[in-house]
């Protein structure tokens, strides 16, 4: 196989933070009550007018910034979201203009709360076949656009952001050692958007009364369940397919779901919590964003360090999952 390396990293945030006491004033919920049973204190709002290519933007600059390159180096955009700036054309087109790579070309994937891992396989595959050199792989998410604020049971889950890496051919560090995909369709209904696909259009005012074109999270806790299985075996997968144990991973990069899950899956692989990377106190869950927002953090804080295996491992609505086994 030919290798494959993690160039530079990058994230953005917005400014806006919704804290637990915000939502106090306008939700039948606390802060405790929040944080007792997801770990999230606050989360992140882009500001009026910003769209997911807006998050990305800045989030792609310090990648390339951290890689030594420009946007005119880059042969390849993926760009996984579920809220795109528009339906048609997608949310890395956006990106590519205000980017100001013309020379690359640019599609979405759309994998839910895997995204990232998503369109890390995406990358690698176009990589290793040749088709391109460099690649830069965003995650860019506004979730809070698509939220009933009415409902208590979920929307103070979400929040917003993006994070990017710029993933390139040849020999590196970072080396990107192995990735693994998996999905279920047939088990996909318990968290969707209906509406703005083929099935629910036009918009009506029906289809607006309904609350079709809010996220719907159906079944939380066989949800969870399913989710940690899946988180499970993804880590299982890539370490076996290398030939690590649980034991060799230095940091464990989850998707920032629920703090509880994440303790249920370090319960699982039996290892320390202070091995995970944990951001979701303060970012809440932000989809296919998270993981890779992160990962940025890790690095950027000198947490992960020369010679460290990381494993990051995620889940997501569709039904997907996957994992990426990265030895820096």
């Not at 692989?269 to 927002?293: H, Q």
Request: glycine residues 8%.
């Amino acid at each position: 196989m030919i290798p494959i390396h993690v160039a530079g990293t990058g994230s953005y945030l917005p400014d806006r933070v919704l804290s637990n006491f915000d939502l106090e004033k306008t939700l039948d919920t606390s802060d405790a009550w929040i944080r007792r049973r997801t770990g999230i204190s606050e989360r992140r709002m882009a500001s009026k007018g910003q769209a997911a290519s807006d998050l990305a933007l800045p989030a792609c600059q310090r990648a390339l910034e951290a890689a030594g390159l420009e946007p005119t180096d880059i042969d390849l955009i993926v760009m996984a979201t579920i809220t795109p700036d528009t339906q048609c054309p997608a949310g890395a087109n956006w990106l590519q203009a205000k980017l100001g790579a013309p020379q690359a070309v640019s599609f979405d994937v759309t994998a839910a709360c895997s995204g990232f891992v998503f369109a890390m396989d995406v990358a690698l595959r176009y990589l290793q076949s040749g088709a391109a050199d460099k690649v830069l792989v965003v995650a860019s998410e506004v979730m809070t656009r698509v939220l009933d604020w009415s409902d208590r049971t979920s929307c103070f889950l979400w929040g917003d952001g993006a994070g990017a890496m710029v993933m390139v051919r040849g020999e590196g560090a970072p080396q990107i050692v192995t990735t693994y995909l998996g999905t279920d369709g047939a088990n996909g209904q318990n968290l969707l958007v209906p509406g703005g696909g083929s099935k629910t259009t036009p918009i009506s005012h029906e289809s607006v009364d309904r609350k079709l074109h809010t996220l719907k999270l159906i079944e939380a806790s066989a949800s969870v369940r399913v989710a940690i299985k899946y988180f499970a075996q993804s880590v299982h997968t890539v370490l076996e397919r290398t030939g690590h144990t649980v034991e060799d991973v230095d940091h464990f990069i989850p998707h920032q779901a629920n703090l509880r899950m994440l303790q249920s899956l370090a319960k699982r692989l039996k290892v320390d919590m202070d091995r995970f990377v944990i951001t979701i106190e303060k970012y809440g869950n932000m989809s296919s964003a998270s993981a890779a927002i992160a990962l940025d953090e890790a690095v950027r804080s000198g947490r992960i360090k020369p010679g460290d295996l990381v494993c990051m491992t995620v889940f997501g609505g569709g039904l997907t999952w996957g994992a990426t086994l990265f030895q820096f």
